[in-house]
């Protein structure tokens, strides 16, 4: 082997070693007074060498020209931060380029860093998933970002902001004390042929799992409430034709989403419009009125509003009369009984929770604040100080089911078979180290048992 092709393989390997350095236009697009443009990875001293020098130290900010790494062609005069890894967002050395916001000057330096070697445009979540790998943030505090990045209102960029570090800290507590709970029953096993000690570590086992078990159970007992928050309250406008269900979406929305007119039977599918009501969430969905009809159409439209209002936090029922009251498929404890049209002359009242008039928004600050009221008892918790954080994510409750299940099995399965109790002990920590990412069980137990050897 020559030597050009000794140094091709050196390069090579040494690539692999250091691994690539990963760019992106951090901050939304489109033309915008400043745009963030960040880069991660072992090429950023080099690059801001060649594009933005002088240097600039750790958590520094500097004005800088910043030009092309090979032409030297000034791309744009701008804010240079620079944060030297482990101590930044992904860990590794990274540069933020703050430039102007217009989309040549975005492009421009997104080409130029394109240039520099072993330099790549990011997959979308790289840079999370590089914090992740560098220890900086589990996958929970990953999803809260997320949410974060996605939320939409008040309620949800507050949840995002909490839940993170508040339920990493109670799925990593769980898994410690499951961690000691295994330890204590391999111990058993370990001690199995003296019956007195191995008989009281698994009972000290058991009395542990039961607080653990009944942690878990009141966790999951949350009423979706975090779900909820995630996805929007989900309420569904309901009743016959002509009750005035699109008038009533349109006034909520302060839009035409909705065909609105006075041929019963307009609306024949289901209309869904995302509001922020004084914070929270809220789906609100207009669907076909609902009446005896022959129409093959209509019908289909009716069976998809039976189908919405089962799975609707909250059913408006709206009523011109006041006096029809709703199909039996739909629960009477989702209910909200509205009536409509008060403006009219004709309009006579009874038996209704509230009463309207899009036409005139008579009585729609009441309903929306009542759904709102309902929206927000839904998604928050009681006041109960030692109340459980809710469950945020589908993924991470479904994890925490099947932690539950294991310790069930564990809690109610035979002391005579301390291998399948164990085995069940350390499904339910995988399960939970699974929430945040952490699997490394084994390892942790290796720790806990080198204290746990009495001499034996
Ligand atoms: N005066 C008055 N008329 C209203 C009001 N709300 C709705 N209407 C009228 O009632 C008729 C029916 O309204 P829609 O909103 O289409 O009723 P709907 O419940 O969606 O009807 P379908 O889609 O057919 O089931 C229209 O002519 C509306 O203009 C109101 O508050 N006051
Ligand atoms: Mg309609």
């Not at 992106?24 to 001293?45: H, M």
């Not at 930044?88 to 000057?105: C, K, L, N, P």
């Not at 029809?324 to 509205?338: G, K, M, N, W």
């Not at 009219?344 to 509230?354: F, K």
Request: aromatic share 4%.
């Amino acid at each position: 082997m020559d030597w050009v092709a000794l140094v091709d393989v050196y390069r090579y390997a040494n690539r692999m070693a250091v691994g690539t350095t990963i760019f992106a236009l951090s901050s939304g697009p489109g033309k915008a007074g400043v745009a963030v443009i960040r880069v991660s990875g072992p090429a950023v001293r080099e690059l801001m060498h060649t594009m933005a020098s002088p240097e600039i130290g750790d958590r520094r900010a500097a004005f800088r020209r910043i030009v092309h790494p090979t032409t030297n062609a000034l791309l744009d005069r701008a804010v240079v931060v620079f944060f030297a890894g482990p101590n930044s967002e992904t860990g590794e050395d990274v540069v933020e380029f703050q430039v102007h916001g217009g989309r040549a000057v975005v492009r421009a330096v997104l080409d130029a860093l394109a240039t520099v070697p072993d330099c790549r445009m990011a997959d979308p979540g790289e840079f999370a998933r590089r914090a992740f790998d560098h220890g900086k943030l589990n996958l929970v505090e990953v999803e809260s970002l997320a949410d974060l990045v996605d939320a939409e209102t008040d309620a949800q960029r507050h949840f995002a902001l909490q839940s993170g570090s508040q339920l990493s800290t109670l799925y990593e507590g769980w898994r410690t004390r499951l961690i000691e709970i295994a330890a204590l029953t391999e111990a058993a096993i370990d001690f199995s042929d003296e019956g007195d000690v191995s008989a009281s570590s698994f009972e000290a086992a058991r009395e542990r799992a039961q607080p653990l078990a009944d942690d878990l159970a009141r966790h999951l007992n949350d009423g979706h409430r975090g779900e909820i928050l995630r996805d929007g309250f989900r309420v569904v406008l309901v009743g016959a034709p002509n009750a005035g269900k699109s008038s009533l979406l349109n006034a909520l929305a302060r839009r035409d989403a909705a065909i609105v007119s006075e041929e019963a039977g307009t609306t024949r599918d289901v209309i869904e419009v995302g509001l922020d009501l004084e914070g929270y969430p809220v789906i609100v969905t207009d669907t076909a009125g609902i009446r005896e009809t022959e129409g093959a159409i209509e019908r289909e439209g009716i069976r998809r509003t039976l189908a919405a209002a089962r799975a609707a936090d909250l059913n408006v029922w709206l009523s011109e009369t006041g006096l029809d009251s709703p199909p039996s498929e739909i629960s009477r404890e989702t209910l909200l009984a509205v009536r409509t049209k008060i403006d009219l002359e004709s309009a006579a009242g009874a038996g209704s929770d509230l009463a309207i008039s899009a036409k005139t928004g008579a009585g729609l600050a009441e309903l929306t604040g009542e759904i709102a009221r309902r929206a927000k008892r839904a998604m928050t918790s009681s006041d109960d100080p030692a109340a459980m954080p809710a469950v945020a994510q589908a993924r991470h409750r479904g994890l925490v089911e099947s932690a539950s299940q294991s310790l069930q099995d564990f809690l109610i399965g035979s002391a005579d078979d301390l291998e399948l109790r164990a085995e069940d002990v350390r499904r339910a920590a995988h399960a939970l180290g699974r929430i945040t990412g952490r699997v490394d069980v084994e390892d942790v137990l290796g720790t806990i048992f080198s204290r746990f050897c009495i001499g034996k």
